[in-house]
């Protein structure tokens, strides 16, 4: 039997600081359909990674290849808009929306990657239907992302009233409303109290099975990362010091020690 062909695949990729290596020579591997954990102390290269393989960070070297819905692509430097067009769609560990924009808005914002007119044909319905009919269906489908993320009560709320743990999942929205294939998750689980990161559980789960998604994820909420990831990656000081099923990295004395020695550090 073969293994599945990986959705995403990191050879070797380096970024440097200054005299700082965040990520030391990282080869890592996502399979199509996958949940994936990338978990390491404060300060060992996650969100830098992230960085990289979206394109807001360019590798000092090394390669980030993508297997999306249009065949195999080296994505290595892409700009963000490129990665997004790609199929990869992220989610920041400080929430980054249009806070004074509604929800709605927010959603709506992450379908104008896909959009075949231009932004400001809509405003002028009668020289560009087609325009107007896209813009309506972008309405719609924003819409029924917000209810398949419960958030149909904040519609035309903005987006900086929704409860921490409505931003998130609004935050989600928005990157599923880029039509992924594959979403990175940079710690959903962060400033959620225990219930709303128990019932995340379940909703990434169910996220990567509606949505036909390949999900990596970064989180510290050990009981998310064991919960639900189906193989772990351990980063510590920009370098992979392990990976494998979640029972095999909870006993893994390299991970336990990178995480004790950082213990008083960690936010
Ligand atoms: N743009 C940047 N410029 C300088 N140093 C950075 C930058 N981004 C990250 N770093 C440094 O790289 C290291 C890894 O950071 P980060 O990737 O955010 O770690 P993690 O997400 O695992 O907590 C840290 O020491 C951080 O200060
Ligand atoms: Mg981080």
């Known amino acids: 039997m073969t293994a599945p062909s990986p959705a995403l695949e990191l050879s070797s990729v380096t970024i440097r600081f200054g005299g700082l290596v965040a990520v030391n020579s990282l080869s890592m591997t996502v399979p199509e359909g996958g949940i994936i954990g990338l978990i390491g102390p404060n300060g060992a290269g996650k969100t830098s990674a992230f960085n990289i393989i979206t394109g807001f960070y360019k590798p000092s070297s090394g390669r980030?290849?993508?297997?999306?819905?249009?065949?195999?692509?080296?994505?290595?430097?892409?700009?963000?808009?490129?990665?997004?067009?790609?199929?990869?769609?992220?989610?920041?560990?400080?929430?980054?929306?249009?806070r004074n924009e509604t929800a709605l808005e927010n959603v709506m914002t992450g379908a104008y990657v896909r959009q075949r007119g231009r932004w400001w044909q809509h405003m002028i319905p009668f020289a560009f239907p087609g325009a107007a009919r896209e813009e309506d269906e972008i309405r719609a489908n924003?819409?029924?992302?917000?209810?398949?993320?419960?958030?149909?009560?904040?519609?035309?709320?903005?987006?900086?009233?929704?409860?921490?743990?409505a931003q998130r999942r609004l935050e989600i929205a928005r990157a599923l409303a880029t039509r992924p294939s594959f979403l990175l998750l940079d710690e959903p689980a962060a400033g959620m109290?225990?219930?709303?990161?128990?019932e995340l559980l379940g909703f990434i789960r169910k996220l990567r099975d509606d949505f036909n998604l390949?999900?990596?994820l970064i989180e510290h909420d050990m009981k998310v990362v064991m919960g639900v990831c189906e193989h772990i990656w351990v980063l510590d000081q920009g370098t992979l010091i392990a990976d494998g099923p979640p029972e095999a990295i909870r006993a893994d004395h390299r991970v336990i020690e990178a995480y004790l020695g950082k213990e008083t550090t960690d936010a």
């Open 64 to 98: 980030v290849e993508f297997r999306g819905p249009r065949g195999k692509t080296d994505i290595t430097g892409y700009p963000p808009h490129k990665v997004c067009e790609a199929g990869l769609a992220r989610t920041f560990q400080n929430i980054r929306l249009f």
């Open 214 to 216: 390949s999900i990596l």
């Open 142 to 165: 924003a819409i029924r992302l917000l209810g398949r993320l419960g958030l149909e009560r904040y519609t035309d709320a903005t987006a900086s009233s929704l409860p921490y743990g």
């Open 193 to 198: 109290n225990p219930q709303e990161s128990a």
